[in-house]
């Protein structure tokens, strides 16, 4: 159907236009106007408008913003892995837009969360309902994050995505290929999501808010099957050779042990390309 005169597309705006960022706003381009923040604007995807911007210095987004904005999509990565690194980065560049923005409403603001804000070690399941009480100063300041992206006064939705993986982010294969990953067994419970996936679940939730169905507060982005660590550690090396263990070879986790429940996710109407690991991961490897 042909757009109106007085119509115009949806303008959507991804604040930290970088790996997964630049994902999101490529999925979104048949959607609507898609700008990419970043520090840098010529690295932002093709056909994305780039904006050149720090969010943690709020002069140079001075005059940037688009002056009809639809959807926000907050997708910041610390520029350092300390304390204040990741406070600028989920916390003090999210207030920055906000006052940029100030009082002009938003359809939806989307903020890019993480499941490393639940500290359950125990094999339990968790789900939107479940208690966020992270015992690291990496989940305490993205969990502030949410806070102030739900508390912003704009319509909001939060998305705990899981470990992401694909592709581009090979590293967790790279270390069984070369024997640097050995856990024990029974390993703790990993969580992940292909970056497709997660590209795609944004761009889902994106347009439900911009057709008037406006999602829920809060989702888990996770795959179907949450694995212990060592079963996902044995299916490769049933499918490639792989180095035998180094000394020094990583025996569990980094995150706890629970199981990610996407329930909600898929109750809004979101499919996966890549339901389990065996799905995404067989790809990777027939590809190297």
């Known amino acids: 159907m ?13 604040a930290g236009c970088g790996k997964l960022g630049g994902e999101i706003a490529t999925s979104l381009l048949a959607t609507g106007d898609v700008y990419g923040l970043r520090r ?13 911007a720090d969010l943690t210095q709020p002069d140079t987004l001075s005059g940037k913003l688009p002056d009809h904005l639809d959807v926000v999509i907050y997708c910041l990565t610390p520029s350092s892995y300390d304390e204040q690194g990741y406070h600028q980065a989920y916390v ?20 890019i969360s993480s499941t490393s804000v639940f500290a359950q070690d125990d ?8 208690s966020a009480a992270p015992d690291r100063f990496t989940g305490q300041q993205i969990l502030q994050g949410e806070q102030t992206a739900l508390n912003s ?6 998305i705990r995505f899981s470990g992401i993986y694909g592709p581009s982010r090979q590293r967790f294969l790279e270390e069984v290929l070369e024997g640097r990953m050995n856990p024990q067994t029974p390993a703790p419970f990993s969580n992940r999501i292909h970056e497709t996936d997660a590209a795609n679940a944004v761009a889902w939730l994106a347009q439900k808010a911009l057709s008037g169905h406006p999602p829920e ?4 982005a996770s795959d179907c099957e949450p694995v212990r660590l060592d079963e996902v550690v044995n ?7 792989c180095k035998a263990p180094v000394e020094g070879a990583r025996k569990g986790g980094r995150a706890g042990s629970k199981r990610c429940s996407n329930q909600k996710l898929l109750e809004s109407g979101f499919t996966f390309r890549y339901p389990d690991f065996r799905t995404g991961y067989l790809e990777m490897i027939r590809q190297l």
Not at 123 to 130: A, G, I
Not at 153 to 158: I, K, L, M, N
Not at 235 to 241: A, D, G, K, L
């Open 217 to 220: 507060p809060l989702y888990i």
């Open 92 to 111: 003090t560049g999210l207030e920055n837009l906000l006052s940029a923005i100030g009082n002009r409403p938003l359809k939806h603001l989307i903020f």
């Open 123 to 130: 094999d339990s399941w968790v789900n939107e309902s479940s």
């Open 235 to 241: 299916w490769v090396r049933e499918q490639i050779p």
């Open 2 to 14: 042909a757009m109106s005169d007085h119509e115009r597309a949806p303008q959507i705006l991804v």
């Open 153 to 158: 006064g704009q319509p909001a939705t939060v």
């Open 40 to 52: 840098n604007p010529d690295r932002v995807p093709s056909r994305v408008k780039g904006i050149g």
